[in-house]
């Protein structure tokens, strides 16, 4: 079985300030983990994936993931925090059985004030 | 190129109807998605396909939810004597074989009143 928590379900940054979004994993499996963004009235956007490759992982928009194995976490960071940032982001795990079916956390909110 | 397409964009039906919903993947992807994301939740896997065969379909909540992919590309999510309780936005998601990432449409959302 797989589960994702997601640490915070609002977070208010101001605009130029740095960005964390925590998320914690369990996984029977070696997970392949994601970040997905939903900005308001559009689809599911990938921002970055890990998949046992380096544990540091870059994605789009200046945001990356640090996967440490030791804590089950792969929180999200950005340094510098952007008003186009707000929006819904959720951290996903997927085992590598071969069916690769996504596991979603209840999504963490961003809001960005200027 | 395309990216996954879903129709209708938006969905509204009586108690007890019956609806389908149409999902279009990224050509050449083999293995689909279908899942329902909840107001203010996450979204839960429904069910998957591989080519035209439903490999996993562990996620789909009773047997009024059914689901076809007959010529492994287009899928049609189909509920019946729908509740109020199936208002979601339902998604659709396509995968290439060999790949991790799963590419999302803009889902369908249903409301049931």
């Known amino acids: 079985a797989q589960s994702v928590t997601q640490l915070d379900s609002h977070v208010s940054v101001s605009e130029g300030t740095p960005v964390l979004l925590r998320c914690n994993y369990s996984?029977?499996?070696?997970?392949?983990l994601f970040w997905y963004v939903q900005h308001p009235n559009k689809g599911l956007q990938l921002l970055l994936k890990?998949?046992?490759?380096?544990?540091l992982v870059k994605g789009i928009n200046g945001f990356e993931a640090e996967f440490k194995k030791s804590e089950t976490s792969f929180h999200l960071t950005k340094p510098s925090a952007h008003m186009s940032d707000a929006a819904e982001y959720f951290c996903?795990?997927?085992?590598?059985?071969?069916?690769?079916?996504?596991?979603f956390g209840k999504g963490t909110m961003l809001l960005v004030s200027p | 190129g395309a990216g996954v397409s879903q129709t209708p964009s938006n969905k509204v039906t009586e108690k007890g109807k019956y609806v389908e919903l149409r999902c279009d993947p990224i050509?050449?992807?083999?293995?689909l998605y279908w899942y329902r994301q909840s107001l203010g939740q996450g979204p839960e896997f429904l069910i998957y396909?591989?080519?035209?065969?439903?490999?996993?379909d562990s996620g789909l909540p009773n047997d009024r939810f059914f689901a076809v992919r007959p010529e492994g590309s287009v899928s049609t999510l189909k509920i019946q004597r729908t509740e109020r309780g199936d208002s979601a936005v339902y998604l659709c998601?396509?995968?290439?074989?060999?790949?991790?990432?799963?590419?999302f449409g803009p889902g369908t959302r249903l409301t049931v009143l």
């Open positions: 050509s050449g992807h083999t293995a």
């Open positions: 996984s029977s499996y070696s997970p392949s």
């Open positions: 396909f591989q080519g035209t065969g439903a490999a996993d």
């Open positions: 996903v795990v997927s085992t590598n059985s071969g069916y690769s079916t996504l596991t």
């Open positions: 890990y998949t046992s490759a380096a544990t």
């Open positions: 998601a396509s995968r290439s074989t060999g790949a991790d990432t799963q590419y």
